[in-house]
């Protein structure tokens, strides 16, 4: 039942994931410089980053981990986990500061939301694949794929209030807009490590993993390393 609390946490993560397929685009369509000479680059191929971010990311990250699990320092689940909430609030402040930058009639850079998406992407890395092992290797053999599948219910209550605040970005200064998103994910972050400490008793009597589960990619890298 524990695993069952760990939803509505993991969901304040999905709120601003969620975000950058709903407002973002309305933000930098008029916050961002997109303009090169002549030619202006359409609004949805920024997203496309979030497709190549986590290939080329993925790799640096396992060999940090990797280099950390050699030195007995590799961070505990919970602890990924919150450190991919935080890293991925402070990508979003670099919304709110671009927002501020740009100013009311000036556009920002293309290198704020490049950065917000690398950085976002590493946040991801952290917390999602890492959430979805330890989902697998914690819920009871007898209703493992249950939970896992449960598990896109966090998924899915984020899109929907995501979908819900970003009615806020019509009547909000779009630096609080994204200040907003910033908190709620680092507070997600913060209930992460509390949730950590709740379930550690539990968890002891289970085996690590150190490998997200149904990650081959993953798996192979590890491996590798």
């Given amino acids: 039942w524990l695993l069952i609390l760990l939803l509505p946490v993991a969901a304040l993560f999905w709120i601003a994931q969620s975000q950058v397929w709903n407002t973002y685009n309305i933000w930098v ?3 961002v ?6 030619w202006t680059m359409p609004v949805p191929w920024l997203q496309s980053l979030d497709g190549l971010a986590p290939f080329a990311c993925m790799p640096l990250v ?3 981990w990797s280099w950390q699990r050699k030195r007995g320092r590799e961070p505990s689940e919970f602890t990924k986990m919150a450190i991919g909430c935080w890293i991925f609030g402070a990508s979003t402040l670099l919304l709110a500061a671009a927002s501020v930058a740009a100013g009311a009639t000036a ?5 704020w939301a490049v950065a917000f998406h690398l950085g976002s992407n590493i946040g991801w890395i952290f917390f999602a694949p890492t959430t979805t092992a330890l989902v697998s ?3 009871p053999d007898k209703i493992n794929a249950t939970m896992i599948g449960g598990y896109s219910l966090a998924i899915f ?3 929907v209030v995501s979908g819900r605040l970003g009615s806020l970005y019509e009547r909000w200064p779009a630096s609080e807009f994204w200040l907003l998103h910033a908190a709620l994910v680092s507070l997600g972050g913060v209930l992460v490590l509390a949730f950590g400490m709740l379930m550690k008793p539990a968890l002891r009597q289970v ?3 150190s490998v997200p589960a ?12």
């Avoid at 149904?214 to 390393?225: D, K, N, R, V």
């Fill in 137 to 139: 290797r914690a819920a």
């Fill in 207 to 209: 085996e690590p993993l």
């Fill in 157 to 159: 209550i984020g899109s």
């Fill in 33 to 38: 410089n997109l303009t090169f000479g002549s």
């Fill in 214 to 225: 149904g990650a081959p990619l993953t798996q192979m890298l590890l491996e590798e390393s």
């Fill in 62 to 64: 396992l060999m940090f």
């Fill in 29 to 31: 369509r008029d916050h």
């Fill in 107 to 111: 556009r920002a850079p293309l290198a």
